[in-house]
């Protein structure tokens, strides 16, 4: 048992298996370890976690995407590693204390929201979500031209892990693909050409298919959000909105050429995610446990 034991408590709410949780524990190296996750919601669209009474005092970490209130209701709590990938509510001032650990689960995502990305794009290009939509209605009717991917450029805005996964994907069906990251010296498996935010302008003219895999911040906030209006491209598929859910008086449910999905290209319905984000919450313990920089660390704001 380590030194620690008295003034380190890890409160993890992963829904593990008894095998999955002797990994945490011999991760962990004696440091204490409280499991609340419930086994049962394995396999379910989402989890849930909630730091008990008990333990509030007490934990110095946690594991789990816990209600942002609960954080100021843990006075000692040091680091927080949630098991999604975006954190926003957790990065706003008076959330977590000045000083704190804030990690992610990015690289979990990649595969689960690029494929689905890349069905939208596919559907999109051969009118799928047309046909779809005249389903109720009967409608034996042609909705017209197709296209191939083969051959057409996708300029992918973000290329991180979801980025990166789409880019590759469209690699294999012969796209050529363009990237614009912010730090331009990151390389991007599956980019062919990587520019700045600052030449968004200048690449799009190059661009059959546009894909946006960034964070909500000031500057990617509803980033193309008229081209769909004024008819500037073919469709649109859109898996996030603001706010969530889209409200039902959204022009968006009508519009045929655009198709919406509520915000399920990540969440667990790849089991291959769950793996990943288990695999890096328990690549984090081991790291905390032994004193060392943690994987995943975001920024808090102000």
């Given at each position: 048992?380590?030194?620690?034991?008295?003034?380190?408590?890890?409160?993890?709410?992963?829904?593990?298996?008894?095998?999955?949780?002797?990994?945490?524990?011999?991760?962990?190296?004696?440091?204490?370890?409280?499991?609340?996750?419930?086994?049962?919601?394995?396999?379910?669209?989402?989890?849930?976690?909630?730091?008990?009474?008990?333990?509030?005092?007490?934990?110095?970490?946690?594991?789990?995407?816990?209600?942002?209130?609960?954080?100021?209701?843990?006075?000692?709590?040091?680091?927080?590693?949630?098991w999604s990938a975006g954190v926003d509510k957790y990065q706003h001032?008076?959330?977590?204390?000045?000083?704190?650990?804030?990690?992610?689960?990015?690289?979990?995502?990649?595969?689960?929201?690029?494929?689905?990305?890349?069905?939208?794009?596919?559907?999109?290009?051969?009118?799928?979500?047309?046909?779809?939509?005249?389903?109720?209605?009967?409608?034996?009717?042609?909705?017209?031209?197709?296209?191939?991917?083969?051959?057409?450029?996708?300029?992918?805005?973000?290329?991180?892990?979801?980025?990166?996964?789409?880019?590759?994907?469209?690699?294999?069906?012969?796209?050529?693909?363009?990237?614009?990251?912010?730090?331009?010296?990151?390389?991007?498996?599956?980019?062919?050409?990587?520019?700045?935010?600052?030449?968004?302008?200048?690449?799009?003219?190059?661009?059959?298919?546009?894909?946006?895999?960034?964070?909500?911040?000031?500057?990617?906030?509803?980033?193309?959000?008229?081209?769909?209006?004024?008819?500037?491209?073919?469709?649109?598929?859109?898996?996030?909105?603001?706010?969530?859910?889209?409200?039902?008086?959204?022009?968006?449910w009508s519009e045929p050429r655009c198709l919406v999905t509520p915000?399920?290209?990540?969440?667990?319905?790849?089991?291959?995610?769950?793996?990943?984000?288990?695999?890096?919450?328990?690549?984090?313990?081991?790291?905390?446990?032994?004193?060392?920089?943690?994987?995943?660390?975001?920024?808090?704001?102000?």
């Amino acid at each position: 048992m380590g030194i620690w034991n008295d003034r380190k408590l890890i409160v993890n709410c992963l829904p593990l298996t008894e095998s999955e949780r002797a990994q945490f524990t011999r991760a962990a190296k004696g440091m204490p370890q409280e499991f609340v996750g419930d086994p049962a919601q394995r396999g379910s669209m989402s989890w849930t976690a909630a730091v008990p009474e008990e333990l509030k005092a007490k934990a110095t970490a946690v594991i789990g995407n816990i209600a942002p209130e609960e954080c100021a209701q843990c006075p000692k709590l040091e680091w927080l590693q949630t098991w999604s990938a975006g954190v926003d509510k957790y990065q706003h001032p008076g959330i977590l204390q000045p000083g704190s650990m804030l990690t992610n689960a990015t690289g979990a995502y990649g595969q689960s929201v690029s494929e689905h990305m890349f069905a939208m794009m596919w559907a999109i290009m051969k009118n799928l979500h047309i046909y779809a939509a005249s389903n109720p209605n009967a409608m034996w009717q042609d909705a017209g031209r197709a296209i191939s991917p083969n051959g057409k450029t996708a300029l992918i805005i973000g290329t991180g892990d979801i980025g990166s996964h789409f880019a590759r994907l469209c690699k294999n069906v012969g796209m050529a693909t363009i990237g614009i990251r912010r730090n331009l010296a990151v390389e991007a498996p599956g980019i062919d050409h990587m520019v700045g935010f600052d030449s968004l302008d200048d690449v799009l003219q190059y661009a059959d298919v546009i894909a946006m895999c960034v964070p909500s911040t000031p500057t990617t906030r509803h980033l193309l959000a008229e081209a769909l209006a004024d008819g500037a491209i073919r469709g649109a598929g859109i898996d996030v909105t603001e706010p969530e859910p889209l409200p039902e008086e959204s022009p968006l449910w009508s519009e045929p050429r655009c198709l919406v999905t509520p915000h399920v290209a990540g969440g667990n319905h790849l089991e291959s995610t769950e793996r990943r984000v288990i695999a890096i919450a328990l690549g984090n313990v081991r790291c905390y446990a032994n004193g060392q920089p943690l994987n995943n660390l975001m920024p808090l704001k102000g």
